[in-house]
C-alpha cells in the first residue's frame, strides 16, 4: 500500500462490493484532506448509482490526478476509518487473488473483512453493562426487599460479587436481567459500568492432557516440520487414518506457541471445530477462537479482533479463515486438505488451500497439509519435490489398519439395500458389545416418488432434478436450488393414491434398521439431523455412551471423527463415482471409502469393511482393497498424465447462466469464435456444453473449458475472455462466472 500523504487535490480509487472489475475515482473533499491521512485499506462512504444511493467501499490507491474529468468525480461522503482496517499482508494477498481467479476486486476485499465492517460499523469490541453494588447497596439489608424478590436476589448477588461486579455472562448463569438492576439503579444501591468485551467466545477451563509418546513416524515428522518452523516450507503429511496426524499438530504447535507464535488451523466443516476445539484445549492452555458461518456477526467481528490484536493464539477456522488478520501468524495447518469444501463454489471462486499457500509464502512461515487421502494436486506437488512429503503408514498405539472385504451384490435379494451377509455381520458386531457404521451418501427418505399407474415422477419446478423425499419432514425438497413443497399422497397426473418411492436414502435406512435392531441406538448424522446447532456434538456424545449403538450417515461421518467403539464400517453403495463423468469422480470416491473405512477399529479391536458392490472385480475397487489409496493414487495420476488432465494442465471453466438455454448456449459460442484468433497454439477450447443439470434455480447453464500447459498463457487467455463478457453482457439478463483451477466441470 501507498501510504504517502494526500493533498488536498487527491483522488481515490475505491473498490465498491459489486460485480465489476474496475475501481471508482472519487476526490476528496478539501476539509476532509486537511484533517486526515487517507490511505488505501481505509474504509469510506461514497456516492454510488442514482439518487442519494451511497455505497461503503475500501481505498485501493492514491493518486494527484483522475483518468475522468475532475467536473465528474463525485466527492468521498465520509471516512469510516482512523487507520486501515486491512493489513498491508492481507492487502497484497486480496490483490493476489483477486487477479489469480479473475474476479472483480471489490468483491474479493469485501469477501476478506467481517459482515459488520462490510455494513460500516467500527472495528471495535462490543461493550457490556456491569452491574457494582454502591455503598449504600453493601449495607442495605436483604429484607427489606422482601416484597419485590427480583431485587432482593438481584441485589444479593451483587453483594456476593462486590469486589469483581456481575458480568452479562454470569447474570445469564444467575438468571438475572438488566431491567431489575435498572430498578436498583434508580434507589442508588446499584451502579452500572460500560466495559468493552476481549474474552474468546470460547472461555474454558484447562484440562492438561498429558501427549502420548510418538512412534518413530511421528517423531520424524515433528523433527521435520520444527526444523523448517522459520521459513516458507510446504509439507504434506500423508498419514493413513488413525495414525496420530493431529499429535504431530499438537506438537509443532506447542512449539511456536512457546516462541509467542498464533497458528491457523483450518478444517473443512463445522462440524469438525468443536472436536478439534476440545482436542486443542485440553491440550493448551491459551485462548482459542473459532471461526466459522455458524456464529453471527457480532461472534465473527470479536474473534476477527482477538485475533488481529494478538490475543487469541489458536485460531480454528472453516474456508473463510484464511483471510482472518492475524498479529503473529507462525504457521497454517490445513487438515483433510483433500476436502473439496475447500474450495468456494459460488461467487468468489477461491481454493482455501491454495490461498494459505500463497499467503505463508508471502509471510515466509510454513504450510502443513494434512491428510489419510491426498488430493493429486497435492501429491503430484510432493513428487515433484515442491513439497516435503511425510508419511504415516503406522496406526497410533495398538491400533490395526481394517480389512476390507467385498461384498458381492450381483443377484442377490436386497433387504432395503442390505444384503443377508452383511445384516448377519452387523448382528455379530452388536452381540460383541461393539459399535456399526453405516455410510450412505444420500440424505433423505428417498430419492424419488414414483407414481405406480402413470409412471410420473416428482420433479423441481427450478430444475433439472428429481424432488427428494423426506418422510419425517413430510416434504419434498430440491437438494440443488432448495425449494420444497408438501409431500403428495395421491398422482397430479393421472390421480392415483399408489405413489411409492425409489431408491434409499439415510432416513430410510435409520427406520429399516430400527425394525432389524429394535433394542440397539440407530444415530442418525446427515445435514438434516445436525441443523439445530450443537446438534452433532449432543449426537456424538451419544455414541460415546452407548457400547452398542448403529451410526448412519452421510459424507459428514467420513471427517476425522473419532469413535473409538466402531470396529464395522458397512459402504452400502461403493459403487457411485465409478462411473462418473467427471474426471475427478474416482478420486472422490476412492477418497470417501477411504475415509469411511478408516473410523473402524481406531482403538485396540480390530475393524472390518464391507464394501457392497456390484463390480467387485472392477480394476479401482479391486486396488483399493488390497494395495491401498497411495497405489490407487499413483496409477490415478499417471492417467491423467496420459490424458493431459489436472494437475499435469492448468484449467478454467467459464460457466453462463441464462432463462433461455439457448442464450446461454450462444454467449459461450460467441466467446469461442472471437477468443480464439488470440489463443496460443498449446490452449485447448472444450464446448461450449451443457451441465449435467442444465437447467438449476430456473436458469439454463452452459460452459466452456480452456486448458493448457502453461499457466500464463491460461490467464491471459482468461483475462481477455473476461473483458469480452463483461462488454458484451452489460445489456442482456444473462450471468457469467470464471471458475479458475475448477473441482467441478460439468
Partial sequence: MDETLLTQD??????????????????????????????PGMRVKVPFGKGDRHAIGLVIATSASSDYPEAQVKPITALLDDSPIISQELFDLCHWAARYYHHPIGEVFFHALPVSLRKGERPEFRTETWWFVTEQGLHTELESLNRAKLQKAFLEAAQQHADHGLSPHLMSVLELNNN?????????????????????????????????????EQTVATKTLLAHSDEFHVALLD??????????????????????????????????????????????????????????????????LMVEQGDAKIIIGTRSSVFIPTAKLGLIIIDEEHDASYKQHEGFRYHARDLAIKRAQGLNIPVLLASATPSYESLANALQKRYHWLKLRQRAGDAQVPEMERVDLRGQVLKQGFSEYTLERMRQTLERKEQVLVFLNRRGYAPTLMCHQCGWIADCDHCDANLTVHKRANKLHCHHCDSHKALLHQCPECGSDELFTVGEGTEQIEGVLNQYFKQTPILRIDRDSTQRKSALTQITQKIHEHDQAILVGTQMLAKGHHFPNVTLVVIMDADVGLFSSDFRGMERTAQLITQVAGRAGRASKRGHVLLQTYHPEHNAIECLCSQG????????????????????????????????????????????NDLSVHLSDDLQMVGPYAAIIVRKAGQHRALLSLKSPQRGNLHASIALAAQWLEQNTKNQRIRFAIDVDPLETF
Wanted: hydrophobic fraction near 40%.
Fill in 629 to 672: 489409496y497411495e497405489a490407487f493414487a499413483m496409477d490415478g495420476l499417471r492417467e491423467r498424465q496420459q490424458l493431459a488432465l489436472p494437475p499435469f494442465q492448468h484449467q478454467a471453466v467459464i460457466r453462463a447462466e441464462s432463462q433461455h438455454e439457448q442464450q446461454a448456449m450462444g454467449l459461450l459460442m460467441q466467446l469461442r
Fill in 239 to 304: 498419514g493413513i487414518t488413525g495414525s496420530g496426524k493431529t499429535e504431530v499438530f499438537l506438537r509443532v504447535i506447542d512449539a511456536l506457541l512457546k516462541a509467542d507464535k498464533q497458528i491457523l488451523v483450518m478444517v473443512p466443516e463445522i462440524g469438525l471445530t468443536p472436536q478439534t476445539l476440545r482436542r486443542f484445549e485440553s491440550r493448551f492452555n491459551t485462548d482459542i477462537v473459532l471461526m466459522h458461518s455458524n456464529m453471527t456477526d457480532r461472534e465473527r467481528l470479536d474473534a476477527w
Fill in 10 to 39: 487527491a483522488f481515490v480509487k475505491v473498490a465498491l462490493n459489486v460485480p465489476l472489475r474496475s475501481t471508482f475515482d472519487y476526490k476528496i473533499p478539501k476539509a476532509l484532506a486537511y484533517r486526515h491521512a487517507i490511505r
Fill in 180 to 216: 431489575t438492576a435498572k430498578s436498583l439503579e434508580k434507589k442508588g444501591l446499584l451502579r452500572s459500568e460500560q466495559r468493552s468485551f476481549k474474552h474468546a467466545p470460547e472461555t474454558h477451563a484447562h484440562q492438561r492432557q498429558v501427549p502420548p509418546t510418538l512412534n518413530e
